[in-house]
């Protein structure tokens, strides 16, 4: 238990309270964002405005929602174990529970353009959305790399890995629901859960196998 509370719970705190902390640092010192929005929402079209909607929609609560259940269960049927449903499971909920405790409480208005899609009742800092999209996508590269000798076949992985957060993000910021400060917080958020996990949950056996045969040496 106080491992888990050590490797778990104290970085998902201190992640809570940097993120607090950026948050109203960014309300204090205005960063001119806002010109951003305005240059993107100035040049939108009906076909930027189709491919956003479906890059946003990659992570909409209810599909991560979806997705990560459906993940963890394959994960412990083909793998025949629970550590890597645990870790993608643990990947996304901690963000959830850290974006949750903070986005109220920095209070960021949202953009001043047109929102194309609803408002969540939500602040804008930081980006959910991209938060759940890198601990989902990213915490599913990092699993099935780690199953995969192909090199190619890793690159692939990754890449798209990657490129869901970024069309996440990307989109995001067309659509005016987010400041680019949003997007990248909540970028380096969802990593840094995922790090937290895969150290705490994927890794964990490894790392105290090692340090028994140092301790041996």
Known sequence: MKRYALSILLPMILMAAVTYGVGRAILA?????????????AGR???????????????DTPYIVALTVIAAIVFRLVYRRWRESIFLVAAV????????????????????????DP????SSFPSGHVSAAVAFYCGMALVLTTHVRNRALQVLIWVLGIAAPLAVGL???????????DVLWGALLGVGCVVMAARAILYARERRRRSELVRSA
């Open 29 to 41: 010192w205005p960063t001119g964002e806002a010109s951003v929005s305005r240059s993107l929402a």
């Open 45 to 59: 079209t009906s076909l930027w405005n189709t491919l956003t909607d479906l890059g946003s929609s990659l992570s």
């Open 93 to 116: 909920w901690s963000q959830s529970l850290i974006f949750l405790a903070t986005t109220e409480a920095v209070g960021r208005h949202r953009p001043p353009v047109q929102h194309i």
């Open 119 to 122: 408002a969540p009742p939500t």
């Open 171 to 181: 989109s995001r910021l067309y659509r005016g629901m987010h400041f680019l400060t």
